[in-house]
């Protein structure tokens, strides 16, 4: 199968080198002049800088730095901790967030972020994904975000089976990605960015963790992608003895500045010409990483000795061959120069690169979600567990609460409706404050890859989380219901269940709200316990609603404990037409369920208003929370 072509796919299996017969057309990948600058925290003279207001300084991580690739080839970039390895990748990637100089050119022509994203893929040193899915799943999920619908199901299929057959991982295909070692999981990442079949693929330090094995099995992977007619670039750290050798080409940086580039036989000899000769016990690798690196001695020489090994490369006869190789690239005068398909007119339809529909979105996003939601089962059944038993011992001291109403079984009465409601508030609530935290690395990195849109992503969550904010309430105003015996049968049972149900769906929508809108639980906690006291307090149980004071009047109107009390209440109270009095005439004295509802500032035909006040927080809650991961998700992260 060809992502560029009009090629169908086979329903048979096909091998690396069988695939190779339909590589896409000749590529040349040029950068030049590659400058990327960050802003940094000054150390030290907090005050002085606050005072003159300097407190960042710009950081230049790569100065100028050229380079070229072809199709076919393997290329390293190789070099010490902080030599802009990940920026210089991110950045001819255009994946990088920030200010980036120079040029990128694909076969002499231009190309822009939303292109290089269409036409190439990119392994992250650090896979993100929902690790409760096996890797089938994962694949499967993978395949329907990124290949076009014209694809047919049997088709995508049998794609996932050559990949995961290919790539070594049929044995492993029905394990957790949990379970996965780290040579697996970067195969398994690998694996999601050949579905499209890319005609560029980079790759972040893939054999960063792995052991000598799983390094080489990796590498050896790459190589046979890069023999399919792809450009394939990694960067590396600290590569294992004799990896090196696998690849076409590398490229060494040195404080963000190019040393060499060309093979690895032409590396050492160009060190070789300058007097630095890799010693025996040494693998190519490391000599050139300790060659290029700033901390073996004092920092002066270190950095003179880093900017002669770059001035040397960039005037000897390695340097010259690659700076006219970039300059025929860029000047289109290169045999190997033809139109890429992606720029000759009526080879690609326009509609190969739309996005999947957003419907199609929504539908696998919640496969997705209810199958990570399942998976943690042994977490909700405790939780259902406690939220039950809590009603259990809740309802338990008001046994027969309804029987013989008189004044001091007012206060039982009511008591039972603040606890019912209050402990749904805050069961709900806190419940799915873990529930964008810990996905929000996962969506920050597919959506600035235009995996999905965040709509049908918050919508998905949503779809997951309302069964269970509606049977566990359902099942707990039931428990409530028949311990403490309270009236009017089931049509009263319905109308005492509904404003529970939407009280938890509410608490859901707020929580939603507080986890989408910070990046840690702490965080979201700290800041929703001032709220929920402050709404708590117009509950009716601490204040009496109808004599509060205008200027904080409106604020009973945005809490969910008011309008939830307030329903439930009405529910039980309308059943008393006649309260017993006490013998003493100067008792005061509440003779029926509408004095009860006036004492406590509920009006009694505001049953239907409390619903609609309920389903609004529900509604607003949710907004608001979908337009923070919206804002949040363009921060699009750096590689």
């Known amino acids: 199968m060809l992502f560029f072509g009009t090629v169908k796919m086979k329903s048979q299996r096909r091998s690396f080198t069988e695939t190779a017969l339909c590589s896409p057309r000749s590529l040349t990948l040029t950068w030049r002049n590659i400058s990327y600058t960050v802003k940094r925290r000054r150390n030290g ?25 072809k199709s076919g ?20 990637s255009r994946r990088l967030k920030g200010e980036a100089t120079g040029d990128v050119l694909l076969n002499g022509k231009p190309v822009d972020a ?5 036409i190439s893929g990119f392994v992250p040193q650090e896979d993100l994904s929902v690790e409760t899915l096996t890797v ?18 049997a088709a995508r299929d049998q794609r996932i089976e050559n990949l ?10 029905l394990s957790k990605l949990v379970n996965l070692s780290g040579g697996e999981r970067k195969r398994v990442s690998l694996a999601v ?32 992608v890069a023999a399919r007619g792809r450009v394939v670039v990694c960067s590396l750290h600290q590569p294992a003895s004799g990896l090196l050798e696998l690849f076409h080409e590398v490229i060494l940086l040195a ?6 580039q060309g093979n690895t036989a032409d590396a050492t000899s160009f060190f070789a010409s300058l007097g630095l000769h890799c010693p025996p016990t040494f693998n190519n690798a490391e000599f050139f990483v300790s060659q290029l690196s700033l901390t073996l001695g004092s920092e002066n020489e270190c950095t003179k000795k880093v900017n002669w090994i770059c001035e040397e490369f960039a005037g000897s006869s390695y340097g010259g061959k690659i700076k006219k190789t970039i300059e025929r690239s860029c000047n289109g005068t290169i045999e190997e120069r033809a139109p890429h398909p992606i720029f000759a007119e009526g080879i690609l339809p326009a509609s190969d690169f739309k996005k999947i529909h957003p419907l199609t979105q929504l539908e696998w996003l919640t496969w997705r979600s209810y199958l990570d939601y399942r998976r943690n089962w042994s977490v909700i059944l405790l939780r259902f567990f406690l939220y039950m038993s809590i009603g259990v011992l809740l309802a338990t001291p008001y046994i027969h609460v309804t029987e013989n109403i008189d004044q001091n079984g007012i206060q039982n009465m009511q008591g039972l409706m603040y606890l019912v409601v209050t402990e749904t508030v805050f069961t709900f609530n806190y419940a799915v404050f873990y529930t964008f935290p810990k996905e929000l690395p996962l969506l920050l990195r597919d959506m600035a890859s235009g995996l999905y849109y965040p709509a049908p992503y918050y919508l998905s969550k949503i779809a997951v989380l309302i069964p269970g904010s509606i049977v566990q309430p359902f099942l707990y105003a039931a428990l409530i219901y028949s311990i403490a015996g309270l009236k009017g049968g089931l ?3 319905i109308s005492f269940a509904l404003p529970v149900i939407l009280c938890a769906t509410s608490a859901s929508a707020v929580g939603c709200l507080m986890s989408a809108s910070f990046k840690s639980i702490d965080t979201a906690s700290l800041l929703s316990v001032p709220i929920d006291f402050l709404t708590l307090i117009f509950s009716g149980i601490y204040l009496h609603l109808e004599n509060l004071p205008p200027r904080i009047s409106w604020l009973k109107y945005i809490s969910q404990f008011y309008y939830s009390a307030e329903a439930v209440s009405l529910t039980q109270w309308k059943e008393y037409d006649h309260i017993n009095c006490p013998p003493d005439p100067e008792e005061p004295c509440i003779s029926s369920g509408t004095g009860v509802l006036e004492k406590y500032g509920y009006v009694p035909g505001n049953y239907s208003m409390d619903l609609v006040g309920l389903v609004a927080i529900f509604a607003l809650g949710h907004l608001a929370g979908f337009l923070a991961i919206r804002y949040r998700s363009t921060k699009e992260p750096v590689y």
């Open 45 to 69: 003279g907090y005050i002085m800088d606050l005072v003159r207001g300097r407190r960042m300084e710009d950081i230049q991580l790569l100065h100028g730095v050229s380079g070229v690739v």
């Open 136 to 153: 089938q799943e994962h694949m499967e999920f993978m395949a329907r975000m990124r290949m076009d619908r014209r694809f047919r199901t």
């Open 255 to 260: 404080s963000g500045k190019v040393a060499f």
């Open 164 to 173: 995961l057959c290919d790539l070594g991982l049929t044995e492993s295909r």
């Open 193 to 224: 960015q050949l579905l499209t079949e890319p005609s560029i693929l980079f790759c972040d330090e893939p054999t960063t963790g792995l052991d000598s094995y799983s390094a080489l099995v990796v590498v050896r992977t790459l190589r046979d």
């Open 114 to 118: 939303h292109l290089m994203s269409r």
């Open 73 to 92: 080839t393997l290329m390293a970039i190789l070099g010490p901790s902080g030599a802009g390895k990940t920026s210089l990748l991110a950045t001819i």
């Open 491 to 493: 049509t009263g049972f």
